[in-house]
């Protein structure tokens, strides 16, 4: 277990590369290239539990800058808390924290100009890197609304014995095709993109789990509840 873990965040121990099956490789006539291409440097990720960590300040500038494919962004540019999270899109934990206190977080702060809500990706394994993927192919005013439905339906996507086909039937729901699916996720630039976020937040911010959330610089993971995010919160205002 690692140390001050949350038990609600899901963590992954690095140093081992993901080992894939063929049923988990999720594009059809690139599949071999595409298990390549989404192998992360992960072993599988695991529910901790354990005391919340205290909370640790990073470089509010540093963290601020932007990844390779712009930030997606909720909220007034001016508001005097900064909120973001980096989630899994296959992280239960981070799943229960956008059905429940991300609604109230949204209509209580982020709609009454108190917070600036940053949403990145911290994808723990390949199907939550070729969700993004997909949130990130689709129309970009649509991005939240995507990512809020693969958070409410993931348990018809997410964990499945065919992954390739879960996600080709979802994605269908959102407006794809087979061929714009499979074109999105067989972009490399798109899938370094991504990697490159989950990368930067593991090695300068100290990233480990799902949910982590930076609050005006200080770190959390876990799923907060509204009640602990919103004492943080005002503490800033």
Known sequence: MPEGANEAAETVPGGAALQLSDRTILVTQTRRQFLKTTALATAAFSIAAGAPALAQTVDQEELLKPGPLGDKILGQEDAPVTVIEYASMTCGHCANFHKGTYKDLKEQYVDTGKVRFIFREFPLDPVAAAAFMLARCAP??????????????????????????????????????????????????????????????????????????????????????????????????
């Open 140 to 237: 970009a005013d649509k991005y939240f609304n995507i990512v809020d439905t693969m958070f409410e339906n993931q348990r018809t996507w997410a964990f499945s014995d065919n992954p390739y086909q879960s996600l080709l039937d979802f994605s269908k729901q959102i407006g794809f095709t087979q061929e714009s699916f499979e074109e999105c996720l067989t972009n490399q630039g798109l899938l370094d993109a991504v990697n490159a976020v989950r990368d930067r937040a593991a090695n300068e911010f100290g990233v480990n789990s799902t949910p982590t959330f930076f609050i005006n610089g200080a770190k959390h993971s876990g799923a907060l509840s509204i009640d602990e995010m919103g004492k943080i919160i005002e503490e800033y205002l």
